[in-house]
């Protein structure tokens, strides 16, 4: 019976559970990532953009402008109201954001809580990932896994952008984890990489020869490649049926909580891809298990 399995599965994960002070090092190590993702979250967008515009006038032989330096470790951090710089002890995640109230210590200007909440949610899943798959290879390179989507999460969310950047990364590295097989085979990999990409991009083109708009960006395509180098492809309904549903979810809250109405604004998908492909990639078996032995009533 599936619950048995399940209790078994329980007790097996208890008796298999890295050291307390392992957990601890891990919440700590993926905070301080968690702090660097909301850089890179904030950052690469305007970087990408300063970069298209850069090449659009080298094309079109304007001449360049001078813009200063503006990378992801120059400049420092400061205060988007009065421009004050973040000083060393106010760096600590979580922490710093509650120490000061959420507020800046030079003019008080609100500062955002989307960026203590990146860094605990990034610490809290990342930790949790840790936990379930045990120390070994699959549970660290599964953190790379996990600080990659809060990245693209966060991008898609600010910008509605996936950058090839981060997703392609994220395929080879699925792809390369594959040739020793610590989540999948390789075969296995490359085949859910094509099947990821070629399922969107039909959507996308169908909907664009349909609507002769743009109405989906490849970038959701190559994350979805992304992810089945990753997760195992037998799950792709799964992360699919996951996504859409979380998606459709959003969309409607949206709509019931939004007043401005706006309707035609573009809903960003990737966080609703991330989230299938991170259930999937933790419960994919156990879920479909579930399902079998929900319909064979065993
Ligand atoms: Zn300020």
Redesign the pocket.
């Known amino acids: 019976m599936w619950l048995v399995s399940l209790f078994d599965a329980l007790a097996y994960a208890l008796l298999d559970l890295p050291p307390l002070a392992l957990l601890v090092a891990v919440f700590i190590f993926s905070a301080l990532v968690g702090s660097f993702l909301n850089v890179v979250i904030y950052r690469l967008p305007i970087i990408l953009e300063r970069d298209w515009q850069a090449q659009a006038r080298e094309i079109l032989g304007i001449a360049p402008v001078a813009v200063e330096k503006f990378n992801l470790v120059v400049p420092r951090s400061q205060?988007?109201?009065?421009?004050?710089m973040v000083q060393g002890i106010e760096n600590i995640p979580i922490i710093s954001y509650l120490a000061i109230r959420g507020k800046?210590?030079?003019?008080?200007?609100r500062i955002s809580a989307f960026y203590p909440f990146v860094e605990l949610s990034t610490a809290v899943i990342a930790t949790f990932v840790f936990w379930h798959l045990g120390a070994n290879a699959a549970g660290f390179f599964a953190l790379f896994f996990v600080f990659t989507l809060v990245a693209l999460t966060g991008i898609d969310l600010k910008v509605k952008l996936l950058p090839d950047i981060i997703t392609i990364p994220l395929m080879w590295a699925g792809i390369i984890l594959a040739i020793w097989s610590v989540y999948i085979p390789l075969e296995t990999a490359v085949i859910g990489a094509l099947l990821g990409y070629l399922s969107l991009w039909v959507v996308a083109m169908g909907f664009k020869l349909l609507t002769g708009r743009d109405g989906m960006g490849l970038g959701d395509a190559k994350l979805l490649a992304a992810i089945f180098t990753w997760v195992h492809f037998q799950y792709f309904a799964l992360v699919l049926i996951i996504a859409c549903f979380s998606g459709i979810t959003v969309a409607l809250l949206q709509k019931a909580f939004d007043r401005s109405n706006n309707s035609d604004n573009l809903i960003p998908f990737g966080p609703h891809l991330a989230l299938g492909g991170l259930i999937a990639f933790l419960y994919g078996g156990p879920i479909v298990d579930w399902y079998v032995g929900f319909l064979t009533g065993y």
Do not use: F, L
């Open positions: 205060c988007r109201d009065c421009g004050r800046c210590r030079g003019c008080g200007a």
